[in-house]
């Protein structure tokens, strides 16, 4: 991909990770989330998934709880964050996640969580995703949307035009929902699925937010970025703006995560097929009544 097109500096946004992998699980709560989302959609399937792939595997938190799922044998974490894959529990690979290591269908089910909005590539990987899974296989992923620190990005935004004349990309655009369903048809898989839930967590300050974003590994590594540090008293501008616009009555800040799930199933005979244009038997006049 030309430099032009990347959005995201991966190697800067690796590293970061790997600095912070030995306090991982202090700061997974979001992930944890995910998981138990992934366990909750897998139950009703009803289906058994011998082989799965988790991308992005981070810490292992989510292999680590799909292993207690009836059907799923075995699991193997993709991680490209050497500290962070070797804390994962069986299987594991070292790998990126715009470069799978898999093979075509050699997958029964495929989760990542919270790893491929950093994606520059996401058409890309989803492609490698369904050709890596059987006919039939699923996947389900997780993303960052749109709404995720409205409310830091707002501040950010406003104390920077104030004081510098000008802001700076400093976090990262998201995908929305229906950008999200598109991709998965554009990827070929069957029966697509996207949903939307927001999570609002609150801080003590917002410093503590900035603190605990660092720690995740998950700080600005956008090319656009400015490469000079955000200056003392710019920063502590977006601290007032915070608290003044969205500081609650307790005197703690809110911070909004919107956590969007994909869900789409590689092609297969079995599956439900949408019927052909213009083989309705009941015309839409005869059903709503002809006065309509």
């Known amino acids: 991909m030309a430099p032009e097109h990347k959005i995201f500096d991966r190697g800067l946004g690796l590293r970061r990770r790997q600095r912070v992998a030995a306090g991982a699980q202090n700061v997974d709560f ?6 138990d989302d992934f366990i909750e959609r897998l139950s009703v399937t009803r289906r058994a998934f011998p082989l799965a792939a988790v991308i992005g595997g981070y810490h292992g938190v989510v292999g680590a709880r ?3 799922i009836s059907g799923i044998e075995t699991i193997v974490a993709c991680e490209a964050a050497r500290e962070l ?13 715009e470069a799978l290591p898999f093979r075509n269908e050699s997958l029964d089910l495929v989760v990542s969580a919270l790893s491929l909005q950093f994606a520059n590539d996401l058409p890309g990987t989803l492609i490698q995703v369904r050709r890596a899974l059987k006919p039939d296989g699923l996947f389900l992923g997780a993303l960052l949307g749109g709404e995720t620190l409205t409310e830091l990005r707002q501040s950010l935004l406003l104390a920077e035009e104030e004081l510098e004349g000008g802001a700076s990309p ?17 990827a070929q898989f069957a029966l697509p699925v996207t949903d939307a839930e927001t999570v609002r ?11 605990e974003l ?7 590594t956008l090319h656009a970025r400015r490469r000079t540090p955000l200056r003392r008293a710019t920063l502590a501008r977006a601290c007032e703006i915070y608290q003044e616009r969205f500081g609650l009555p307790n005197g703690r800040v809110p911070a909004t995560f919107e956590i969007m799930t994909m869900t789409g199933w590689a092609p297969h005979e079995s ?8 083989s309705a038997k009941v015309s839409l006049t005869q059903v709503l009544g002809k006065d309509r």
Do not use: C, I, W
Not at 30 to 35: F, K, M, Q, S, Y
Not at 201 to 211: E, K, S
Not at 214 to 220: I, L
């Open 85 to 97: 894959v070797v804390q994962a529990p069986g299987l594991r690979v070292q790998s990126d996640e």
């Open 66 to 68: 799909l292993m207690g």
């Open 214 to 220: 660092r720690a995740m590994g998950a700080t600005n």
């Open 30 to 35: 979001l992930l944890t989330r995910v998981a």
């Open 201 to 211: 967590v609150t801080y003590a300050h917002p410093l503590a937010l900035m603190r």
């Open 271 to 278: 599956q439900q097929k949408p019927l052909a244009p213009g």
């Open 170 to 186: 400093r976090v990262a655009p998201f995908a929305d929902v229906r950008d999200l369903g598109s991709l998965l048809q554009r």
